[in-house]
C-alpha cells in the first residue's frame, strides 16, 4: 500500500557550511569585526555570544540569512530570549527541534482526517506515516500540509508505490 513519512529533521552539512558562512561573515564585516562574536554549534542547539544586544541581533540576522540562504527553515529552531552571560556580555540559544512533538503529531493526524479521505495515520514515535490506497489522496495530503502552517518544518519522506 503506498505511504509516506512526515518527518521533521535538519540536514546536517547544510546546518554546518550556513554555520561556517556566517562565522565568516562576521569575521569580516566592518560593524561586527573584532567584536569577539561567537556562533557554537553544541549537541541540539547552537549558542550566540556577543558583546551586547545589539550586535547580538545582527548576528542572528547574519544566522538566519545564511540558514535560509542554504535551504534550512528557521521553523526547526526553537529561538529562546537573550539573556546576560559572564563580563557583560549577553548570549541566546536557539534550540534545534529534531522530530515531531507528540501534540503537534497529534494535531497534524487530526486536521489530515479532517479531509475526509479513504487515508490513514499513525504516529510512530517522532514521525507521522500516511498510508493509502491511492497515490493520489497521498499528493494531495502533501499539498494540504505544505499550505497549512503547523508550526513546525515538515519533511515528506519514504514515498512507497506498492
Same mark, same amino acid.
Given at each position: 500500500?503506498?505511504s &509516506?513519512?512526515i518527518v521533521c529533521?535538519?540536514d546536517q552539512q547544510?546546518?554546518d557550511n550556513?554555520l561556517n $558562512? ?7 564585516r566592518?560593524d561586527?569585526?573584532?567584536?569577539k ?16 544586544? &545589539?550586535?547580538l541581533k545582527?548576528?542572528?540576522d547574519?544566522l538566519?540569512s545564511k540558514?535560509?540562504k542554504?535551504?534550512i527553515s528557521?521553523k526547526v &529552531? ?18 534545534i527541534?529534531e522530530g515531531?512533538?507528540s501534540e ?10 479532517d479531509l475526509?479521505?479513504?487515508? $490513514?495515520? $499513525?504516529? $510512530?514515535?517522532d514521525q ?6 491511492k497515490?493520489?489522496?497521498l499528493?494531495?495530503?502533501i499539498? &494540504?500540509?505544505k499550505?497549512?502552517d503547523h508550526g ?6 519514504n514515498m512507497?508505490?506498492?
Open positions: 500500500m503506498p &509516506f513519512d529533521k535538519i547544510e546546518l550556513a $558562512q556566517a562565522r565568516k561573515e562576521i569575521a569580516q566592518y561586527l569585526k573584532n567584536t562574536s561567537e556562533i557554537v554549534l553544541e549537541e541540539k542547539q547552537i549558542l550566540l555570544n556577543a558583546p551586547n544586544d &545589539f550586535v545582527a548576528v542572528l547574519v538566519q540558514l535560509v542554504r535551504g528557521l &529552531f526553537d529561538i529562546q530570549p537573550p539573556e546576560a552571560a559572564l563580563m557583560g556580555r549577553m548570549k541566546q540559544v536557539l534550540k527541534q515531531i512533538p503537534k503529531a497529534k494535531n497534524i493526524v487530526k486536521s489530515v482526517k475526509k479521505l479513504k487515508i $490513514q495515520c $499513525q504516529i $510512530q514515535g507521522v506515516r500516511v498510508t493509502s490506497k497515490i493520489d489522496e499528493q494531495s495530503v499539498q &494540504f500540509l499550505q497549512n513546525i518544518h515538515m519533511d515528506f519522506v512507497k508505490r506498492d
